[in-house]
């Protein structure tokens, strides 16, 4: 089966800093990546979705994301973060397989401080 | 613009009791999906289907049923609540899987406490 690791369950950054999310995925085949977004009392939004064509994924809001198979990771950058960029992330997997099924990380909480 | 409606949006239940959430998509989606979101768990799936009549479990299906009669609708059936199903529930529809897989769009949620 897939499995999804983001590291950090929480992470804070200062407005106009970087913003580094990170997600390892295991799979044996090629996979299907994406980031997905929550703020709060919503449902999940995507943000990026990786699907074997680019490897450098740009989304909403700035965000991007790149598929670096050799380290089977798919983390997400916004090089200035803005208060409005506070919310919970989730990163998930699928592949050619099953592609109808989504494997998600645990999500990370983002914190923008003023 | 509706996209994946779900009602109700909260709801309290005691134990023992049933109850259905409702799930609609407009958009003519094929595949449809129930998650459960606890904390510090991520999403969970629960049941998924891939067309109308076609139903099959996720990874944690126990306590809950699904039915698929038509492409807009999902719902989720809850019998005999337990303590354990207090959760947020998500539902979602995509329009395809494989290489033709846009990822899923969900609806707002349905937060559950059973007591």
């Not at chain 1, 690791?5 to 994406?34: D, I, K, M, W």
């Not at chain 1, 977004?37 to 979705?49: A, E």
């Not at chain 1, 592949?95 to 989504?102: E, I, L, R, V, Y």
């Amino acid at each position: 089966a897939q499995s999804v690791t983001q590291l950090g369950s929480h992470v804070s950054v200062s407005e106009g800093a970087l913003v580094l999310l990170r997600c390892n995925y295991s799979s044996s085949v090629p996979p299907y990546l994406f980031w997905y977004v929550q703020y709060p009392n919503q449902g999940l939004q995507l943000l990026l979705k990786y699907t074997s064509a680019a490897t450098l994924v740009k989304g909403i809001n700035g965000f991007e994301a790149e598929f670096k198979k050799s380290e089977t990771s798919f983390h997400l950058t916004k090089p200035s973060a803005h208060m409005s960029d506070a919310a919970e992330y989730f990163c998930a997997v699928s592949d050619w397989n099953t592609g109808n099924q989504f494997y998600f990380g645990t999500g990370t909480s983002l914190t923008v401080i003023p | 613009n509706a996209g994946v409606t779900q009602t109700p949006k909260f709801r309290i239940l005691k134990i023992g009791q049933s109850m259905t959430l409702q799930c609609t998509q407009d958009m003519n989606h094929n595949y449809m999906y129930w998650y459960r979101q606890d904390p510090g768990m991520g999403l969970k799936l629960i049941y998924y289907s891939v067309g109308a009549g076609i139903t099959d479990k996720g990874e944690v299906p126990n306590g809950y049923n699904v039915s698929r009669s038509t492409t807009e609708d999902f719902p989720l059936r809850l019998e005999l609540a337990a303590p354990s199903q207090t959760s947020v529930y998500f539902c979602a529809s995509s329009y395809g899987a494989g290489a033709s897989n846009y990822g899923y769009t969900f609806g707002s949620g349905t937060r559950l406490t059973v007591v």
